[in-house]
């Protein structure tokens, strides 16, 4: 039984992690627009297409068909997306026009629009599949920033393999619910204060060293699991919130680099750093209590139906596969290095 269960927890673990690669590689991170007035009919275009395989995603920015031109120039590759600026001319302005991105439909994204007036509060929308247009609103409305940056926040946790990787260690670590409870907390209160400090401005770091870090804080993690033993606690165990604290300050870094990619609107900064951190938080609890409940469901499979997680060889094929990975990320960003 113990040999059967190791086994089918290492092709659940190895499944989810090709499914990780496959959802890298379909680029479920956002698309982004930004169209700014800068004239009396003209505005400046800025589109951002995600990546997908070393290419750009078949989606495209469609301006009304009052606006000449109505979409923009080929996109050139810059930092991991592909971008286009320009420049057009819209007779009788945007406000109350629709606007759309194309193929859309076809996609796993959604793309953030970020609509600023000329002397007025800029307005964000959320584009998504299932909503491919929308209509530029006349007033902006504190509840569609606040709606945009939730759902951001949301799928950037359920798509960031090294921070769910993170979460699921800790589970398997900590097997006392109100240590794991603090933990989470330590790390929440954490990663909010550096992604705040970082989106900010307070705070600059380069990004592929945090994110190395960060690999590097998960295979940590699989070595406290490897070394913990039946009837004494490790620090990671006994005081896991010093813990989570530290590397949370590195994975907010890791947040706040998604959110300045996607951007952020300059009249509603604080409601869309609330709202990103609810989206964040909302994700964890989701991805948490879906693995609590998976684990309880296999415990059930066991005669003394004790918790799977008590079981050590089951303890030690997860710190393995979790150690394993985390290294393999690791070195593959420090090897980004150069």
Not at 213 to 223: K, N, Q
Not at 229 to 234: D, F, K, L, N
Request: proline letters at 5%; charged letters at 15%.
């Amino acid at each position: 039984m113990t040999r059967l269960l190791s086994l089918v927890l290492v092709l659940l673990i190895f499944g989810g992690l090709t499914i990780s690669d496959r959802a890298r590689a379909h680029a479920l991170q956002p698309g982004y627009a930004s169209i700014e007035q800068i004239g009396a009919a003209s505005w400046q275009i800025f589109w951002r297409k995600p990546d997908v395989a070393g290419k750009p995603m078949a989606i495209d920015l469609q301006l009304p068909a009052t606006c000449t031109p109505s979409s923009g120039p080929p996109v050139m590759r810059r930092e991991g997306a592909w971008e286009a600026f320009w420049t057009a001319s819209c007779v009788g302005g945007l406000l109350g026009k629709s606007l759309t991105i194309s193929g859309l439909e076809r996609t796993q994204t959604d793309v953030l629009v970020r609509f600023s007036p000329l002397g007025q509060a800029s307005r964000s929308l959320r584009l998504t599949a299932d909503r491919p247009d929308a209509v530029l609103p006349v007033e902006p409305e504190g509840w569609q920033v606040f709606e945009a940056y939730t759902w951001l926040g949301f799928e950037h946790i359920l798509e960031g393999w090294d921070h769910l990787l993170f979460l699921f260690a800790l589970l398997v670590l900590i097997r006392d619910f109100w240590r794991l409870v603090g933990a989470v907390t330590a790390f929440t209160v954490a990663h909010s204060l550096t992604l705040a400090a970082s989106t900010l401005g307070w705070l600059t770091l380069p990004a592929a060293p945090v994110e190395a870090v960060i690999a590097l804080s998960i295979v940590f993690l699989a070595s406290e699991i490897a070394a913990s033993r039946q009837g004494s606690r490790r620090l990671s165990q006994t005081a896991p919130w010093l813990v989570t604290f530290a590397f949370g300050l590195l994975h907010g870094l890791g947040f706040a680099g998604a959110l300045k990619d996607i951007g952020l609107p300059q009249a509603d900064i604080p409601l869309a750093l609330l709202a990103f951190n609810i989206g964040v938080e909302a994700g964890q609890l989701a991805f948490v209590i879906a693995a609590a409940v998976i684990f309880q469901l296999l415990s059930t499979l066991l005669p003394d139906r004790r918790s799977i997680l008590n079981m050590r060889p089951v303890s030690l094929v997860l710190a393995y596969v979790i150690g394993g990975w985390s290294s393999y990320w690791l070195i593959e960003r420090i090897v980004s290095f150069a």
